[in-house]
């Protein structure tokens, strides 16, 4: 099974159906499927052919979904690039990946024009809307209204070691990296997710997150595995008018991550909107507190909430099933189908349950690795149980119960370390979030010359609450041990955030 078989499936067997919802209009899967294939073929005119990189630096539209799958029917490499990227990334990626065509919109044309004449791998950069062409190599979006039927000659030749995807990472310590993802990690993924998920086809998902995110780019990917709707938008900017899509459309599966569902839950009017159809809520990213659980939970009570945990080098590794959310509330479960997963200590030795460790993962969904990055990627597959295996470390700390349910501690590099011990900054920040008012939190360790680090809380109250920075201080002493009790809080009116909604740290530092 390659990558784009789904869609090719579900565009044959449901081609009269609601494929795709944004905000050029309602498309089903067989007029996708023209849009695809059209581009498919104007691709390999222009000299795109197995294995060659095709970037797709789009906001979420029916272009951006329609160009994933036509670079997979030219048996080429996808490269989803953030709408936000400035143009000295862009080049960088278009750069370091020798992407060979870029696929872009008007709007976006500022960034392309700086880019562009600092890369030269680039022979075509295809744009929707109107561009005047300074490039030469710029040429508009094709017309789908000739009704080209998919071509897959260029992928005919692919097997499933072949790649499908490089997603880069953010590069927040330093250059991004281009993840390499195969057909065989991007199916096995997105066949494990949608399974115990219970995924189906008369599902309606609306995906706020952009396409670029991995957990966005595969709410699209399993809409079409299941022959689901996806209803696209820009963002949650403007929750509004979310809101209003979710409730037209019926939908009924909503992913996002913990920024994204703060938002949701401070919006005064929610109950005004009939959101009876929504079963099913999703959460990555970060880890939701237990304030936030329960919150989510009592506006939706009809919607089971999952609680899971990925990263970009093997898209999904754990989720807790809705049923153990009373039990172990704070836990993201334990592995998905198809993968084992264990905690290590830094000797590399497995450790047994109930013990703190970095986190491990074995599967089909691990990564290739990084992009012309060998040094890096041995960082992160090394060698496994099995001889020849590589296996992936994931750099995340990691606790478990007796049972084996996982806990997420910390990024290995975020260990608070103050008066000896290690104090996690998750820990820290469930206890802020107890507190009436809080909005959103972070935690970090600040030098300190007597406790080597001390532990620094910044906190954004909702509107009409007030607190002093003891307030907060004497709120966590009595929920935490003494080590980790803040020594200083800054109260901020915003927390600093990545294009994917997670909070940056190393700006806060």
Known sequence: ML????????????????????????????????????????????GVARGDRVALFLENSVELVAAVFAALATGAVFIPINPMTKAAKLAYMLND????????????????????????????????????????????????TDGDSMSTAGSSMLIDQDLASIIYTSGSTGDPKGVMLTHLNMVSAANSVSTYLGLRSD?????????????????????????????????????????????????????????????????????????HALRMITNTAAALSEEHIRQLRGLFPQAQLFSMYGLTECKRVTYLPPDQLDIRPTSVGRGMPNEEVWLVDESGRRLPNGSTGELVIRGSNVMRGY?????????????????????LHSGDIFRTDEEGYLYFVARKDDIIK??????????????????????????????DPLLGQAVKAFVVLKQGYRYSERDVIKHCAGRLESFLVPKYVDFVDALPKTDTGKIKKLDLA
């Open 3 to 46: 990558l784009h078989q789904f869609f090719e499936a579900a565009v044959s067997k449901y081609p009269d159906k609601v494929a795709l919802v944004c905000d050029t209009g309602t498309y089903s899967y067989a007029q996708l499927g023209r849009i695809a294939a059209r581009l498919a073929v104007e691709l390999q005119r222009r």
């Open 97 to 144: 990946s020798r992407a060979v065509a870029l696929v872009s919109q008007a709007s976006l044309a500022s960034v392309c024009e700086v880019a562009l004449p600092l890369n030269r791998t680039v022979i075509s950069c295809l744009v929707a809307g109107p561009w005047e062409r300074q490039d030469p190599r710029v040429v508009p979006f094709p017309d789908a």
């Open 203 to 275: 599902d309606v998902i609306i995906c706020v997150l952009p396409l670029s995110f991995d957990y966005g780019l595969y709410q699209l990917l399993m809409s079409t595995k299941v022959g689901a709707t996806l209803v696209l938008e820009r963002g949650f900017t403007f929750p509004v008018k979310v809101l209003e899509r979710m409730a037209r459309h019926n939908v009924s599966v909503f992913p996002g991550v913990p920024t994204i569902f703060s938002m949701l839950m401070n919006i005064d009017t929610l109950a005004r909107y009939d959101l």
């Open 371 to 391: 992009w012309e990055k060998p040094q890096e990627t041995a960082k992160r597959l090394k060698p496994g149980p099995i001889p020849g295996e590589m296996i």
């Open 418 to 447: 103050s008066r000896g011990e290690k104090v996690s900054p998750r820990e820290v920040e469930n206890a802020l979030y107890a507190l009436d008012g809080v909005y959103e939190a972070a935690v970090i360790g600040v030098p």
